[in-house]
């Protein structure tokens, strides 16, 4: 179990920790969202489980994990795919539409001033500098994300899991073919070996 | 798919494409990003898409945010709305029928397999995004320095995010990046 479940506050059996809370309303989801969202430097996905399992307790961690494994594995943004299903589970349509708004809408705001500060002043020499520095930083942070998700493959030895991850970086990184063909090839080739080797330890 | 068209239409197909193929996120769609606004579409140049994606991960919010200022970048506030929206809106719909499907479909043990297929292209993805922003970004010495101290400082420590940004860009004002 994650070490951030939710404190021991709630007596109640782990089957109804989730509806101890009533299921939040439309606006209480925009804003949940929103708050989460302009919280969240560098991603915002830690936050979205702070604020929905600790803060508001609208979900258990297992809950949570289980449905944030699923929006992992779609395709698309994973902090918006979850913001979707997880304000269409309490109120249906409406409320996906409304979690996705307050997730997106005001950061995408404050981006878009920022963009334009960028547009207009981008080229001043002490700006470019910063940038330069804020550029290094940002790539540091994405190889240390890489990292950690390749721990568990070194640990394992997972030596096939490794030469698709690979195969995946040359084809895209450095021959940089599209997308979408590395992923119409590679896809079924990821599936296959993956069944074959559950096939095999069991 | 006509480049004299409007731009916004391309910025729609664009994304609305790339969305459905964005597997592990914003971050592991880069390379393909920087593939069609640099490389295809000559929307900007090299250095303004690794200053985007700076931007991006500086501002609060999720790292799709980066399409909206791809978007701003080609067509003003219509462009921003219109890529964001290309960009989560397919996936997201997708996202709400799959889980509605699955809450049915619960015992089925492909959900697992298909996943743990995906995670090794996602870190292939992610990887391959650090390199193609590492390659569009100003390249030194004092840069790739700073590229590796900072991965270091992020994997050895639990430091917030945004305290390495920061040190990233105060280190390039006072000159030594």
């Known amino acids: ?29 925009f804003f949940a969202f929103a708050k989460m969202s302009l919280a969240g430097f560098g991603g915002a996905l830690a936050f979205a489980r702070r604020g929905i399992v600790d803060e508001h307790r609208w979900m258990t961690a297992d809950e949570f994990n289980e449905t944030y494994a699923l929006c992992h594995f779609l395709p698309g943004p994973n902090v918006v795919n979850l913001s979707v299903v997880f304000g269409a589970r309490f109120r249906g349509v409406i409320g996906g539409i409304a979690a996705f708004a307050g997730l997106i809408g005001p950061p995408m705001v404050i981006v878009t001033i920022v963009g334009a500060l960028y547009m ?83 | 798919m006509n480049p004299n068209g409007n731009p916004v239409w391309s910025l729609v197909l664009t994304f609305g494409l790339m969305s459905l ?41 999720p790292n799709v945010l980066i399409v909206t200022l791809i978007g701003y970048s080609v067509a003003g506030i219509t462009g921003a709305l219109a890529a964001t929206l290309a960009m989560c809106v397919p996936t997201a719909a997708f996202a709400y029928f799959v889980s509605r499907w699955l809450a049915r479909s619960r015992r089925s043990r492909w959900p697992a397999i ?62 030594v990046i």
């Open chain 2, 21 to 61: 193929f964005a597997v592990g996120g914003a971050n592991a769609a880069i390379p393909e990003m920087h593939r069609i606004a640099v490389d295809v579409r000559h929307w900007m140049t090299d250095r303004e898409f690794a200053d985007i994606y700076a931007i991006s991960q500086l501002s609060p919010g």
């Open chain 1, 120 to 202: 207009r002043y981008g080229e001043i020499d002490a700006l470019r500098r910063i940038l330069t520095g804020v550029t290094c930083g940002a790539i540091g942070l994405l190889i240390a994300a890489v990292f950690r998700m390749m721990l568990p493959l070194l640990k394992r030895r997972d030596i096939a899991a490794l030469a698709i991850m690979v195969l995946v970086f040359v084809a895209i990184g450095l021959v940089r073919l599209p997308l979408q063909l590395v992923l119409v090839a590679m896809i079924p080739i990821s599936i296959a070996v993956t069944f074959m080797m559950r096939r095999g330890a069991t």
């Open chain 1, 1 to 29: 179990m994650p070490p951030d479940s939710p404190p021991a506050a709630v007596p109640a059996p782990r089957i109804s920790a989730a509806t101890s809370q009533p299921p939040p309303g439309v606006v209480a989801l």
């Open chain 2, 114 to 175: 298909i996943q743990a297929s995906l995670v090794p292209l996602s870190i292939g993805l992610m990887a391959a995004s650090a390199l193609v922003v590492a390659e569009a970004a100003d390249r030194t010495w004092a840069a790739l320095l700073a590229t590796i101290g900072a991965a270091i400082l992020a994997a050895a420590t639990r430091l917030n995010p945004l305290w390495i940004l920061l040190i990233g860009g105060c280190l390039g004002f006072a000159g």
